[in-house]
């Protein structure tokens, strides 16, 4: 018998192959985030919620799964990272059908949940919707500082 004790099959091959994407998933389900994905999951929450209006517009559940759709995505980049880590650096990888797809297994459920997350979401933008009020006083304030422009003054008065 070749190979390690413990181990099935000769030294180098791919029946054991370790990667370090567990850790992220790892980490996902205790909820750490590293900065990176935070910093992914920030933005693309932030634009999600300006496409439909802002915050003041759009509901609870359409907030809640907007902050579904942004962890997502972040956990979908830190996976491709860390795919792209892993095939850069074990080039035994790149080369074993195995090994591409429990690399693949990881990325796909997020890619269906962030999927199907979007489809519920939608693709429009909203327009915010303001009240008269806010358009006539933002109207006045405009013509109050295009004033002060032509008259080389800072006083409202």
């Not at 790892?26 to 935070?38: C, K, M, P, V, W």
């Not at 796909?108 to 999927?115: F, H, K, T």
């Not at 915010?128 to 109207?139: F, G, N, R």
Request: no cysteine.
């Amino acid at each position: 018998m070749a190979g390690i004790r413990g181990r099935s099959g000769p030294p180098g091959n791919q029946n054991a192959f370790r990667h370090g994407l567990s850790t992220i998933s790892e980490r996902r389900n205790a909820g750490i985030l590293s900065d990176q994905e935070q910093t992914v999951r920030d933005e693309i929450l932030d634009a999600l919620i300006t496409d439909k209006g802002g915050s003041q517009q759009i509901s609870t559940a359409t907030k809640i799964l907007a902050q579904l759709i942004a962890s997502d995505s972040a956990l979908l980049v830190s996976f491709n990272k860390a795919i792209d880590q892993v095939l850069v650096s074990n080039e035994k990888a790149r080369e074993n059908p195995k090994a591409l797809a429990q690399l693949d297994s990881y990325r796909r459920p997020v890619m269906s949940s962030l999927s199907a997350n979007l489809a519920k979401f939608g693709f429009d933008r909203t327009t915010k919707v303001e009240s008269l009020e806010t358009i006539i006083a933002e109207l006045q304030e405009e013509n109050r500082s295009a004033g002060d422009h032509l008259t080389g003054t800072n006083d409202p008065s």
